[in-house]
T-cell receptor
Framework: GENVEQHPSTLSVQEGDSAVIKCTYS??????FPWYKQELGKGPQLIID?????GEKKDQRIAVTLNKTAKHFSLHITETQPEDSAVYFC??????????FGKGTRLHILP | DTAVSQTPKYLVTQMGNDKSIKCEQN?????MYWYKQDSKKFLKIMFS???????INETVPNRFSPKSPDKAHLNLHINSLELGDSAVYFC??????????FGSGTRLTVV
């Protein structure tokens, strides 16, 4: 089965600096690579995703990069703000509803 | 205009009871899901369901059963509740199995 690992498990970043979270996976059939953000007391929210035929995608301050050969994809957040503090999950998907979420990365934005 | 709504938000009940959590989505998505999030924030899929197919995570006890009266609803019934069932349960939906929209969660506490 799919093995999904996220690193780091906790990340503290000074406000204004950048944050990078990496997700490695084992199933080469994975072809859809989303990132979710979960704020306290809320459900996870899809913030950015990428398909296997694209290497990078940007949406304002967030970006996702994919290295399919190495089987990892990363979430990049630039110019971090207090509202970026949350838990972030990756969930590589091969489209068969047997999705395994990463264990999450708790991001703290320091004032 | 909540896209995926689940009720109740909090549920406290005694061991051995039977309870239900309701979920509705107004996005017209074709597939609905139930996820369990434990105290360490790990997200695990329990069920996925569309009009044609119910996929059950084999680790889910048969005390848990999803029931879908129509395409927009997927309720979760739990029989003979145990202490270990305490968790946050999330309903979600997706279209063409790409990207989930999650509800805000139901915090179940079994005492």
């Amino acid at each position: 089965g799919e093995n999904v690992e996220q690193h780091p498990s906790t990340l503290s970043v000074q406000e204004g600096d950048s944050a990078v979270i990496k997700c490695t996976y084992s199933d080469s059939a994975s072809n859809y690579f989303p990132w979710y953000k979960q704020e306290l007391g809320k459900g996870p929210q899809l913030i950015i995703d990428i398909r296997s035929n694209v290497g990078e995608k940007k949406d304002q301050r967030i970006a996702v990069t994919l290295n399919k050969t190495a089987k990892h994809f990363s979430l990049h957040i630039t110019e971090t703000q207090p509202e970026d503090s949350a838990v972030y999950f990756c969930a590589p998907d091969r489209g068969d509803d047997k999705i395994i979420f990463g264990k999450g990365t708790r991001l703290h934005i320091l004032p | 205009d909540t896209a995926v709504s689940q009720t109740p938000k909090y549920l406290v009940t005694q061991m051995g009871n039977d309870k239900s959590i309701k979920c509705e989505q107004n996005l017209g998505h074709d597939t609905m899901y139930w996820y369990k999030q434990d105290s360490k924030k790990f997200l695990k899929i329990m069920f996925s369901y569309n009009n044609k197919e119910l996929i059950i995570n084999e680790t889910v006890p048969n005390r848990f059963s999803p029931k879908s009266p129509d395409k927009a609803h997927l309720n979760l019934h739990i029989n003979s509740l145990e202490l270990g069932d305490s968790a946050v349960y999330f309903c979600a939906s997706s279209q063409d199995k790409l990207g989930y929209t999650f509800g805000s969660g139901t915090r179940l506490t079994v005492v």
